[in-house]
């Protein structure tokens, strides 16, 4: 057990909704992260936070936001869905947020656009 | 070209063979990660290697930082060992966004 949950584990939902993903990290973890791992794209970066502040962008759509809340548990945001959206949604939690800091992987919210 | 290349693509072995994964790299990097997902899509962190060597039970890391080349080895390979692993890289500071950079996975199965 990495000790980071997400719920929900499995989303359905129609194009045109929005849906809010979510995470709690690792007890003591001040950044989280979110990766999308799509069939087509592979696991990719879409954005990070330290300790509440957005700290770097990757391939985020304009359509997605996320933030971190007080107690460091982070919300991503998916608006307007797509059916190509369709993808699991990891999130990683560590201690220092910086790149050479161990991970700890959540088991993933699998979602499905229809 | 992606910055992070791994090899095989998929390997297929016997109960007991000596696995080895390849992945190489073309950015300057802060750390190198191994990664495992099971058929169940959850990710496990295997390692994180700056330099050096690094072994766990029956799973080896080594990573050669002027050739920017890392192995991952499985020794006495095992049914349960089938999995997807994936090799990430952390990029330098000021070399990209903080997030992992990953390669395409290597899908190894192990048969009985």
């Known amino acids: 057990d990495s000790g980071v949950t997400q719920t929900p584990k499995h989303l359905i939902t129609a194009t045109g909704q929005r849906v809010t993903l979510r995470c709690s990290p690792r007890s003591g973890d001040l950044s989280v992260y979110w990766y999308q791992q799509s069939l087509d794209q592979g696991l990719q970066f879409l954005i990070q936070y330290y300790n509440g502040e957005e700290r770097a962008k990757g391939n985020i759509l304009e359509r997605f936001s996320a933030q971190q809340f007080p107690d460091l548990h982070s919300e991503l945001n998916l608006s307007s869905l797509e059916l190509g959206d369709s993808a699991l949604y990891f999130c990683?939690?560590?201690?220092?947020?910086?790149?050479?800091?161990?991970?700890?992987f959540g088991n993933g919210t699998r979602l499905t656009v229809t | 070209k992606n910055e992070v290349e791994q090899s095989p693509q998929n390997l297929t072995a016997q109960e007991g063979e000596f696995i080895t994964i390849n992945c190489s790299y073309s950015v300057g990097i802060s750390a190198l990660h191994w990664l495992q997902q099971h058929p169940g899509g959850g990710i496990v962190s295997l390692f994180m290697?700056?330099?050096g060597k690094k072994k766990h039970g029956r799973l080896i890391a080594t990573i050669n930082i002027q050739e920017k080349h890392s192995s991952l080895h499985i020794t006495a390979s095992h049914p349960r060992d089938s999995a997807v692993y994936i090799c990430a890289v952390s990029k330098k500071p000021g070399g990209g966004a903080d997030g992992l950079t990953f390669g395409k996975g290597t899908h190894l199965i192990i048969q009985p």
């Open positions: 990683a939690s560590s201690a220092r947020g910086s790149g050479n800091s161990p991970l700890h």
């Open positions: 290697l700056s330099s």
